[in-house]
């Protein structure tokens, strides 16, 4: 089993929560709820390591919140 840490957000314009995993092209989808997200995108990465293991171009290391005045 493989684990991918993903990026996800929530399109103010649709309501549609959207992910991607960094560094891993083609690795994206959306959603209407995170439940459906969770599984489109496992979906996704299925068949994109269907071709073989991916060479990830970046590597997620985190997030940060930045406070400015």
């Known amino acids: 089993m493989r684990t991918f840490s ?7 314009d649709t309501g549609l929560y959207v992910a991607y995993v960094p560094g891993f ?3 994206h989808t959306q ?3 995170l439940d459906e997200l969770h599984e489109n995108l496992q979906e996704v990465i299925e068949m994109l390591l269907e071709d073989g293991d991916p060479e990830l171009v970046t590597e997620f290391v985190g997030i940060q919140q930045v406070s400015v005045q």
């Open 6 to 12: 993903a990026v996800v957000e929530r399109d103010s």
């Open 25 to 27: 092209p083609g690795a």
């Open 31 to 33: 959603g209407e709820s």
